[in-house]
């Protein structure tokens, strides 16, 4: 897939990374495996992040740390996981949209705190 010449759904990206693992790589990792590595792939976004918008400085190792590569890190190992469970990302956002819409209405506008 040439990224630089179309958009991906959420959905065309579950398919996409549903045929890449049994393809490519053979199987799923168990979701517990899967979860795991979630959280390392969080980790090392939170490591970039806080190196280049927080306080902590770069070490030698943490240079050439690319940002987008760790987010796209971690949208992968969470499509993973909505695979092998079922999950409807986009319903599931979709849903999520409704839910912050209701209850959320006022509650931005209203927090001194934004303004």
Request: aromatic content about 6%.
């Amino acid at each position: 897939m040439d990224s630089k010449s179309k958009q991906i759904t959420i959905e065309q990206a579950q398919k996409d990374v549903d045929h890449w693992i049994k393809t490519v790589g053979v199987r799923y990792f168990g979701e517990l495996t899967n979860m795991s590595i979630l959280m390392e792939e969080v980790g090392e976004l939170a490591r970039i992040m806080s190196r280049k918008y927080g306080e902590q400085s770069y070490k030698e190792s943490d240079k050439g740390g690319d940002l987008a590569d760790e987010m796209a890190d971690v949208l992968w190992v969470l499509i993973c996981l909505a695979n092998q469970t079922g999950v409807n990302l986009t319903e599931a956002l979709e849903k999520n949209f409704e839910k912050k819409n209701i209850r959320d209405k006022d509650r931005h506008q209203n927090n001194e705190k934004l303004k």
